[in-house]
């Protein structure tokens, strides 16, 4: 084990339920590390928009999410950038008879952020022309894009499959430094690393702006061609951040139906001139971590530890043995667009 950390999570009545994380030791854990306690010694902003993704108990509902892409819609419109978006979004057109979310809707979404932000290291002109505020509803796009899919997905399976509800927990900090991936790191990824395990905690990905190959492939169809897609942002992943993702779903892995995803999925990158088994592709996720469920929930039992959680979405606070941090504020303040602004300049 490289280190110890400890995350405590702040209920409605502001009890504390104190997550415990045993970090691994390999190539890219101490990268993270060393970059995930730089983070904390700075005491970045951590996104509390955009923490809990897939957690239908949230009050970040459906109409919310959809009021909130409109927002910023209209903020865009309403700006000097010479970009229009004329659309309009609800749940309504979004989620489908059978409670599916319509993927042509949100690639289309996403390709507005992408349009307007750029890729990282080649901004858009609309974005590099575009004030603080303005920026900040452009990032917003993407967010509530990948937020909104994920709530949708765990609606429907809340009603058709239950205990493959897909809920995480993201660790993002604004401004966060990067880093480079080595070939060592590059070993660490892989499509046996789609499958994520209960309470396993990961390196963020693609924080070059764009999606990968996997979401591409599940967002898109599998008869998508790489020459006829809609979003732009293709990306094998390049950097990494102290960012990191906490999986609280069951793994998937040794079930029928994922292995056969997975192996059409092989086929969807060999049709499309890529080798399934080439680690530059930057595929999946590299675990730098294990929740240690018995100590954290007493319990191994994925439906005892959601429901803790579930009273429990807000991060409160976070140590390593190196490092600590306090985040006493709430994506609903009134005053939490501003606050994140501040931080952005």
């Given amino acids: 084990m490289l280190d110890h950390i400890e995350i405590d999570l702040r209920g ?29 010694q700075r005491d970045l902003h951590l996104e509390k928009n955009y923490c809990w993704l897939g957690w239908t108990e949230g009050a970040r509902t459906a109409e919310f ?25 609800s749940p309504a057109n979004v989620i489908q008879a059978d409670l599916d979310i319509n993927h042509a809707r949100m690639n289309q979404l996403h390709r507005y952020f992408e349009d307007l932000q750029g890729t990282a290291g080649a901004m858009s002109r609309h974005y590099d022309s575009a ?7 452009i990032r917003q796009l993407n967010l509530l ?28 900090w604004l401004r966060a430094p990067r880093f480079e991936l080595g070939e060592e790191d590059l070993e660490l990824f892989g499509i046996e690393t ?45 950097q990494a951040a102290g960012d990191f993702d906490i999986e609280w779903a069951r793994d998937p892995g040794a079930y029928p139906w994922q292995i056969a995803q997975l192996a059409e999925f092989r086929e969807w990158l ?21 929740v240690d469920l018995e100590r954290s929930f007493g319990s191994q039992y994925y439906e005892k530890i959601w429901a803790q959680l579930a009273n429990h979405l807000d991060v409160y606070s976070i140590r390593t043995d190196s490092a600590s941090a306090t985040y006493n504020y709430h994506w609903s303040d009134p005053d939490y667009i501003e606050q994140q602004i501040r931080s952005l300049k």
């Avoid at 409605?12 to 306690?37: E, F, G, P, Y």
């Avoid at 990948?146 to 897909?166: D, F, G, T, Y």
């Avoid at 693609?206 to 942002?233: M, P, Q, Y």
Wanted: aromatic share 6%; charged share 25%; glycine share 8%.
């Fill in 65 to 89: 999410l959809c009021t909130q892409i409109n927002r910023s819609i209209n903020a865009i419109n309403s700006s000097s950038l010479d970009y229009r978006i004329q659309d309009f979004f």
């Fill in 12 to 40: 409605a009545d502001d009890n504390i339920l104190t997550v415990h994380i045993d970090v691994v030791d390999n190539s890219l854990s101490r990268k993270w590390l060393a970059a995930l306690n730089d983070i904390i």
């Fill in 194 to 238: 789609i499958n994520r395990k209960l309470g396993g905690v990961y390196v963020g990905v693609n924080k070059a702006v764009g999606k990968h190959h996997w979401e591409v492939f599940c967002d898109e169809g599998r008869d998508s061609r790489i020459d006829e897609l809609v979003t732009t942002g293709l990306r094998t992943q390049t």
């Fill in 131 to 137: 004030d603080d505020v303005t920026r900040w509803h």
């Fill in 145 to 172: 894009c990948h937020e909104l899919e994920s709530l949708v997905l765990s609606m429907r399976k809340a009603i058709q499959s239950p205990e493959w509800r897909r809920p995480s927990q993201l660790m993002c």
């Fill in 270 to 290: 060999a049709r499309n001139g890529f080798d399934p088994d080439d680690p530059g592709l930057t595929i999946g996720h590299p675990g730098i971590g294990q």
